[in-house]
């Protein structure tokens, strides 16, 4: 089994940056594809963010192209989340999640089997 702790929300103006963090415990996660999802008030959880295995693919939403990036240290169990140029539609609960065994680029939250538990972040006007 694999947990999954995201870190890094807060509350930020809009314009500004925050940097998000998943840890992983219990396995290496080194194998494993690796996805930021977010989820608003009254929305469906969308796919921010993912990144293969080696960390060599990527792929980002239209939404925050531009904007964010995603990596991975494999030595440290951790994916990051690079949120900069924040507005107030990126305010939302993320999700960290990890696919065990396909190690690409996956844009479905259903074919994730961990998942954080997520973290908030709220960007003002």
């Known amino acids: 089994q694999v947990q999954l702790v995201e870190s890094g929300g807060g509350l930020v103006q809009a314009g500004g940056s925050l940097r998000l963090s998943c840890g992983a415990s219990?396995?290496?996660?080194?194998?494993?594809?690796m996805g930021w999802f977010r989820q608003a008030p009254g929305k469906e959880r969308e796919l921010v963010a993912a990144?293969?295995?080696?960390?060599?693919?990527?792929y980002f939403a239209d939404s925050v192209k531009g904007r964010f990036t995603i990596s991975r240290d494999n030595a440290k169990n951790t994916v990051y989340l690079q949120m900069n140029s924040l507005k107030p539609e990126d305010t939302a609960v993320y999700y960290c999640?990890?696919?065990?065994?396909?190690?690409?680029?996956?844009?479905?939250?259903?074919?994730?089997?961990?998942w954080g538990q997520g973290t908030q972040v709220t960007v003002s006007s």
């Open positions: 999640a990890a696919d065990s065994w396909r190690g690409i680029v996956l844009r479905s939250a259903a074919e994730y089997d961990y």
């Open positions: 219990g396995r290496t996660i080194s194998t494993y594809a």
């Open positions: 990144i293969s295995w080696s960390g060599y693919s990527t």
